[in-house]
């Protein structure tokens, strides 16, 4: 089981200035594009001071990666669009470990990522309203020693009084589809059946915790 080598290199930064873009909103009068926007800008400062810190135990990082995480972007709705028509499929024990086995893929596989993030600068363009519940703000990260700016859109969803991620599209491939299109793979490798997808991303996570320290 793999996970785009792109989507791995970039999505510390992207979870970093991401993950922020939740908080009630700031003003009646304001636009949801603004919102979304202030959002990144303001936020993403003390998100990457206190994701990326090198002086915290690991452990401690870990827990404070998964509060972001389950705090900020929308999991639940995430893993279940990823899983597709094969949620239906799921009975409720399965589904329950299906959530739980998906957030701690992404906890430990990418909280390392943080400590080596240097803060490559972000640039927003402009944000664009997609219907009355989400918008998209469009953006690129630059690169350390003149690499190539990676351009990044960000899809905010609102609910009620409350901004989340919905998902993260990096030069045109989207982190959810690309994890929707792998967990599909493997269900067709393994019988067809959610609890082969359950099997592999058992033995993913147990791989990545081995290689803690």
């Excluded at 669009?81 to 949620?87: E, P, S």
């Excluded at 739980?100 to 363009?125: C, K, N, T, W």
Aim: aromatic fraction near 8%.
């Amino acid at each position: 089981m793999k996970i785009c080598p792109r989507m791995l290199s970039f999505l510390p930064a992207l979870i970093v200035f991401a993950g922020l873009s939740f908080s009630p909103h700031q003003s009646l009068s304001a636009s949801f594009e603004e919102e979304a926007t202030t959002f990144v800008q303001n936020l993403a400062e003390k998100a990457i001071r206190e994701l990326t810190d090198k002086n915290k135990p690991r452990d401690e990082r870990i827990d404070q990666f998964r509060t972001y995480f389950n705090d900020h972007f929308a999991v639940s709705g995430i893993g279940k669009w990823i899983l597709g028509r094969h949620w239906r499929k799921a009975n409720e024990a399965e589904r329950a470990e299906y959530l739980q086995l998906f957030e701690d893929l992404m906890v430990v596989s990418y909280v390392d990522r943080f400590a080596a993030y240097v803060g490559e600068p972000l640039h927003i363009h402009k944000s664009l309203v997609q219907d009355d519940n989400n918008v998209t703000v469009y953006s690129d990260i630059h690169q350390e020693e003149g690499g190539a700016a990676v351009r990044v859109d960000w899809r905010v969803g609102r609910k009620d009084d409350l901004l989340k991620i919905v998902d993260v599209v990096v030069e045109g491939t989207s982190m959810s589809n690309t994890l929707r299109s792998d967990f599909g793979s493997i269900i067709r490798q393994r019988g067809g059946k959610v609890a082969g997808l359950l099997e592999a991303l058992r033995e993913k996570t147990a791989k990545l915790r081995e290689n803690d320290g």
